[in-house]
């Protein structure tokens, strides 16, 4: 199984502030790379795939960048609806697999 | 815009089998994997396996001997049935569609069910 480890598990931040939430994977997997947002109680919303390409309807503000084994998720200035916890997920190979989550918390 | 909406008992004792129900509103079942996702309270994401249109299969090995998901076309639904539970299976379980292409995201997800084994 490809293990996916995000770091950090945890991060205080303010509104308006630079963050970036980094995944890295136990293998190559070129840039099969997605992203999901998740509010408690929620479905994950899908945010990123193809390691930077934003779904449709989702602010500028996120990116994504990175391939083979290390990818990063941006967000250029936080707003109050951005807390919440963020996974990662490769589509390289079954199993499919999830980082552990990053909570993001207002400081 | 293709909806998920899910079903099923929400109360298990152990060793009973948990029992699933995804429907699709709107949208095709091909060219698509149907799949099952579970949370355990706390803690993060772990993809059960999934379906196609036709049938096939892909199971975690985690869960591979226990794992049967199943597609009605038909009635444009997905189930999952995961036999003899413990306690280590109360999560909160999503369904999802994945892409068919090789980036395989999930898009849309469903409501969620909370599942709780307890004796």
């Known amino acids: 199984d490809i293990q996916m480890t995000q770091s950090p598990s945890s991060l205080s931040a303010s509104v308006g502030d630079r963050v970036t939430i980094t995944c890295r994977a136990s293998?190559?997997?070129?840039?099969?790379l997605c992203w999901y947002q998740q509010k408690p109680g929620k479905a994950p919303k899908f945010l990123i795939y193809?390691?930077?390409t934003l779904q449709s309807g989702v602010p500028s503000r996120f990116s994504g960048s990175g391939s083979g084994t290390d990818f990063t998720l941006t967000i250029s200035s936080l707003q109050p609806e951005d807390f919440a916890t963020y996974y990662c997920?490769?589509?390289?190979?079954?199993?499919?697999?999830f980082g552990q989550g990053t909570k993001l918390e207002i400081k | 815009q293709v909806q998920l909406h899910q079903w099923g008992a929400g109360l298990l004792k152990p060793s009973e089998t948990l029992s699933l129900t995804c429907a699709a509103d709107?949208?095709?079942?091909?060219?698509?994997?149907w799949s099952w996702i579970r949370q355990p309270p706390g803690k993060g994401l772990e993809w059960i396996g999934e379906?196609?249109?036709?049938?096939?299969?892909n199971y975690n090995p985690s869960l591979n001997s226990r794992v049967t998901i199943s597609i009605d076309m038909s009635k444009n639904q997905f189930s999952l049935n995961l036999s003899s539970v413990t306690a280590a299976d109360t999560a909160l379980y999503f369904c999802?569609?994945?892409?068919?292409?090789?980036?395989?995201?999930?898009?849309?997800w469903g409501q969620g069910s909370l599942v709780t084994v307890s004796s």
């Open positions: 997920q490769q589509s390289f190979s079954n199993p499919l697999t």
């Open positions: 379906v196609n249109h036709n049938g096939g299969t």
């Open positions: 999802a569609r994945r892409s068919g292409n090789h980036f395989g995201w999930f898009d849309p």
């Open positions: 709107g949208g095709s079942f091909r060219g698509y994997y």
């Open positions: 193809a390691a930077s």
């Open positions: 293998q190559n997997i070129n840039r099969n």
